[in-house]
């Protein structure tokens, strides 16, 4: 015989070694089954984390492309700018020094006229002739002026021609950056929206079947045509290692074309692929969605909406194969702790029996439990009404105590004195009783 002890009530039962054996079986199982259901969701967490983990790479790896040709124009816009100043400035420099020879040049011929006007006629001659060389020397000087508006010019057209060079260029590498940026959204729109001219179940079922052979070859994977309570899924996939169910998915397919009119949400379609995985036995639910074609937070990958419904995922038909992929590595670790869990059940000696035997017992003990409970719990409330009575006598008692105190306090407080003020002929008796009897005066 073997002795079990109560943790709450420290009862000890005695029970035969068959008994006692199977309970410690079913501790053993139940600890064994926690840890398969432990083992499998931190395998669950893990992947699901890598393939965050993945796509947020090749996020930022694009994100940092277009940063780096962002810059590039930006230094170039930069250069042009400058460039462009230095023109200016240039061209300034260059007006100011032509205009400042011309104002000198008039001012030396003013000048000349002034002192001819002024001299006597015996040096018109000379200064005539000196005219003549100063107007020589304006000549020279004005192809000089010339010459360096010329060069003015000059460097001018090849300043705007080397803007006009910077601008093409400029034009080009914006043009070549658009390129490519049109380029990714294409790609990105083709990612999203590759149908190749088929439906998307069409899709996905060829997805599948190019895969079937070399990932899933035991798998079932086709559309579900039985009708429940009126509703049915758009494909259920399951599949089996030795014949034991490991996973099974109930596929819903939503396509943009087939919802433009109405447009619907991906949320509107929760509830209904929650039904229709709980009627046909499924353990994940997955949308594959082509509705909300904006919506960043399922054009990034696989969405995990089990806050909603348990078990849900809502994705793009690219990565329509990637779910089946994860769902499966992450329930296939658990599928041969599940065959072994198969195995000693199936080995087990009249699990049913042991399993009535032990709900009698947890019925019988938790009756016997009750009853001991609910006497224990009448016994502490006759307690603590007693309690309570007992305390009400105490209050009462004590309240005659105070009352009896302040009593005698003005029993002893009272004299002759308190008594016969105010009352003379009182106080003419006791003065005359007090004479006659010769009692002390004890009034105050």
């Known amino acids: 015989m073997k002795e079990l002890k109560c943790p709450n009530c420290r009862h000890v039962f005695q029970v035969d070694e068959d008994l006692f054996e199977s309970l410690a079986g079913q501790v053993r199982n139940a600890a064994f089954e926690d840890e398969i259901s432990r083992r499998s969701d931190e395998i669950s967490r893990r992947m699901e984390l890598e393939l965050q983990n993945k796509i947020k790479d090749v996020e930022n790896s694009f994100s940092r492309k277009l940063n780096e040709k962002d810059l590039i124009i930006a230094r170039r816009d930069s250069d042009l700018d400058l460039t462009r100043q230095r023109l200016e400035a240039l061209t300034r420099e260059k007006d100011a020094e032509a205009d400042k020879k011309i104002a000198s040049s008039n001012a030396e011929i003013e000048r000349l006229k002034a002192e001819v006007a002024r001299n006597d006629s015996d040096r018109r001659i000379a200064l005539l002739e000196e005219r003549q060389a100063n107007a020589e020397k304006l000549r020279v000087k004005d192809n000089e002026i010339a010459e360096l508006r010329t060069s003015v010019a000059t460097e001018r057209n090849r300043a705007i021609e080397r803007e006009n060079s910077l601008k093409q260029q400029h034009s080009l590498e914006l043009r070549q950056k658009q390129e490519l940026i049109d380029y990714y959204k294409e790609m990105k729109a083709r990612m999203s929206t590759k149908m190749i001219g088929e439906s998307l179940e069409i899709h996905c079922q060829n997805e599948f079947n190019r895969l079937r052979a070399v990932m899933y070859p035991n798998a079932y994977f086709d559309k579900d045509n039985e009708v429940a309570d009126g509703t049915k899924g758009d494909f259920i996939f399951r599949d089996y290692i030795d014949g034991i169910e490991y996973i099974s998915i109930m596929f819903e397919m939503k396509n943009e074309s087939e919802t433009t009119a109405t447009k619907h949400r991906n949320e509107d379609f929760f509830a209904k692929l929650d039904r229709d995985r709980s009627k046909k036995g499924c353990e994940y639910a997955v949308l594959v969605s082509m509705l909300e074609a904006d919506n960043d937070l399922y054009n990034e990958g696989i969405v995990d909406v089990s806050y909603r419904y348990p078990k849900m995922f809502v994705?793009?038909?690219?990565?329509?194969?990637?779910?089946?992929?994860?769902?499966?590595?992450?329930?296939?670790?658990?599928?041969?702790?599940r065959r072994q869990l198969e195995e000693a059940r199936r080995q087990s000696i009249d699990v049913t029996n042991f399993e009535q035997q032990l709900n009698a017992f947890r019925e019988g003990f938790g009756r016997n439990y009750r009853l001991a409970s609910e006497k224990f719990r009448a016994a502490i409330e006759g307690i603590d009404k007693s309690i309570a009575s007992l305390q009400k006598i105490k209050d009462a008692l004590l309240g005659s105590e105070n009352n009896l105190r302040l009593a005698n306090d003005k029993a002893e407080a009272l004299t002759i004195k308190k008594l016969t003020r105010g009352n003379p002929t009182m106080k003419a008796k006791f003065d005359e009783a007090r004479q006659t009897s010769s009692v002390p005066d004890n009034e105050d």
């Open 315 to 337: 994705i793009r038909p690219q990565f329509f194969m990637s779910v089946i992929s994860m769902l499966s590595q992450a329930s296939r670790k658990s599928a041969d702790y």
